[in-house]
């Protein structure tokens, strides 16, 4: 395989993972730029969404990039892996999340109920 198309099958993933994985925890710092608590709340809400959103928009500007490319199949499967993979870090995350107070649930109480609205929808659109 020639240098481009093993830079074209790996690129892409590497990069949306790194860039997914590199920027979690910004909630906090983004937060702090509220100035009332419903701007802290709408920032941190951002700020949970913002690394799968980065993801996202890494993908899509490397598919943009290789369009002219003869080999953007490679290209176009690096994004579906990176974007699999992506998913499966969101999901991992808040099944953690959810599983840390599963015990505490009132009775007959849905843990599904406590999905967090900001990371369900993000991985329903991928």
């Given at each position: 395989?020639?240098?481009?198309?093993?830079?074209?099958?790996?690129?892409?993933?590497?990069l949306m993972v790194g860039l997914c994985l590199a920027v979690t925890g910004i909630e906090a710092w983004l937060s702090e730029f509220g100035t009332t608590p419903n701007a802290r709340l709408l920032l941190g809400r951002i700020g949970i969404v913002l690394p799968y959103l980065i993801a996202a928009a890494i993908g899509v500007v490397f598919l943009f990039a290789a369009a002219g490319a003869t080999t953007v199949r490679f290209a176009g499967w690096s994004v579906v892996l990176g974007g699999l993979v992506v998913v499966a870090i969101a999901v991992s995350r808040e099944?953690?999340?959810?599983?840390?107070f599963a015990d505490a649930l009132p009775a007959g109480g849905r843990l599904v109920a406590y999905a967090d609205s900001a990371t369900v929808p993000e991985a329903l659109c991928r």
């Open positions: 395989m020639k240098g481009s198309k093993v830079a074209l099958a790996i690129a892409p993933a590497v099944i953690t999340r959810l599983h840390s």
